[in-house]
């Protein structure tokens, strides 16, 4: 039976202000450690993202609609968002160096199952336990840094790891298109599945053990953690207004962006475009943008301040969306990378404001977070695929342009709630003249 407590009482050690804990920026175990939880992001994200080229193929040979053919993604983001909630929960009991590594260790395998099924639905059944496995890595990834690293270099940390979750979405997409013209899209899978598999032994052997594994197990032995209290540390960050709507900052973004990722393929492989499946794949080679753009996110607002630079990362997305209308391919392009760029500009500082924003149990607040991350790729994902039934590339773009000026409007809700804040954004804008 759980015994409730004040949850100023369960705060764990390893967030607070004062920890002892910290490794210092700049010095090589923090360079393991980022470079260790870049190679975790790169992992998971490649096996999370690397069906989404290929669902003009998919939809062709299991004989599905585009709109079916993306709940090969939409299934493994949705289950990935629960799994992120219930590892963050069970993490406090388990050491995260190891529940990382056997979250990446299993989805591997099971996308490796996933590219030897015969029908749609099992595949669907792989694709799903693909999101339930990888759940580890996400849920605790944030929140090992915001106990090991020390605060001046947090913000460059995370987006670091941003990044890596960057350049894993890109390899996922990149190299599988490009397979795919070299072997079938069942081996094409199979070869990044064995391929992730060895980054999860890299990162084994990169990231230290944990500082203080001992003090988190005592606090979980003590029933600290049971699910009463969980759910009441997630009811008390909900109840806060500002966290609120920091949280709907990402499922906004990530619908958005998977909406215009989904249907670019069925949009450029039809008039006047006519692309074959690898070209179209080198588009998604603008995540590079996206790797550098998470950590330059993260070190501007360092500097200035959040809300501007997730303003400034939103609208250059949404400028980016626009130009996907033009019919000229090199403009298209560029939208995508602007697209891009934004993206993971707003995301990377905006999944550092819960630091801020969060009195306290910051593991709960970015599980919360990333729960409506992934909700929002599974949810408004797949309502976008309504608006290309509707009415085509036209329907998609008005779609994913009215979240993201709906995510500007709460950005500057969230400055105008601290002074700081809305003078830096203010200030940030102003400076730029008209």
Known sequence: MDTAKPLQDLE???????????????????????????????????????????????????????????????????TLALAILAASAWSVHLDHRRLMFWSMILAASANLLASQLGSWPALLVARTLVGLCMGGVPAVAMAYLAEHIEPRGLGFSTGLYVGGTALGGMTGRVVVSWLVGVVSWRNALALLSMADLLLAIGFILLLPPATHPRQRQSEAADGAYGLT?????????????????????????????VTIYNYAGFHLMAAPFHLSLGRIGLMFGAYVFGIAAAPAGGWLADRWGRPPVVVLGTGTALTGVLLTLSGDLGWVVTGVILLTVGFFMAHATASGWIGKLADGHKGHATALYLLSYYSGSSVLGAIGGWFWQWHGWPAVVAYAAA??????????GLAGGDADESAALVGAFASKGP
Do not use: D, K
């Open 229 to 257: 209290t969980h759910l009441a540390i997630w009811h008390g960050h909900l109840r806060q207004p500002r966290l609120r709507r920091l949280f709907c900052l990402p499922f906004l973004a990530m619908g958005a962006f």
């Open 403 to 412: 979240l993201l000026l709906w995510m500007v409007w709460l950005a500057a």
């Open 12 to 78: 764990p050690a390893a967030v607070e202000p004062a920890s002892p804990h910290w490794v210092a920026a700049g010095s090589r175990a923090c360079w393991q450690i980022n470079l260790a939880l870049f190679l975790a992001g790169l992992a998971t994200f490649s096996l999370l993202y690397c069906v989404q080229p290929l669902l003009p193929l998919l939809a062709g040979t299991f004989a599905v609609s585009p709109a079916q053919s993306a709940l090969a993604l939409s299934l493994s983001t949705g």
